[in-house]
Nanobody, 119 residues
Framework: QVQLQESGPGLVKPSQTLSLTCAVS??????????WSWIRQSPGKGLEWIGN???????HVTPSLESRTSIARDTAKNQFVLQLSSSTPEDAAVYYC???????????WGQGTQVTVSS
């Protein structure tokens, strides 16, 4: 059973960097064919894909956030990290990490973590 668990500060001040970690168990983040994603949902809005890091280590980020988003991984710890710089209140959301299979789409999700951006 694959499990993903998000962790990080629940409160970030405007202009600071939002940093979240997704710890994965039950599968290696280097397993071929899987993409490890960050997705968020703001109040009253749908799910927004932020980006992912592939099993190969390659990173893809949605263009609207690309300039201030970093996604990295630590294969020894089997976890991947999201950093979103220059936070604004519009970045407040529930942040999810999820696994996407090349063939079956999103199959495992973390429970989500609420992040508030406020001074």
């Amino acid at each position: 059973q694959v499990q993903l668990q998000e962790s990080g500060p629940g409160l970030v001040k405007p202009s600071q960097t939002l940093s979240l970690t997704c710890a994965v168990s039950g599968d290696s983040i280097a397993t071929k064919g899987y993409y490890w994603s960050w997705i968020r949902q703001s109040p009253g809005k749908g799910l927004e894909w932020i980006g992912n890091i592939a099993y190969s280590g390659s990173v893809h980020v949605t263009p609207s956030l690309e300039s201030r988003t970093s996604i990295a991984r630590d294969t020894a710890k089997n976890q991947f990290v999201l950093q979103l710089s220059s936070s604004t209140p519009e970045d407040a959301a529930v942040y999810y990490c999820a696994r996407r299979s090349s063939f079956f789409g999103y199959d495992y999700w973390g429970q989500g973590t609420q992040v508030t951006v406020s001074s």
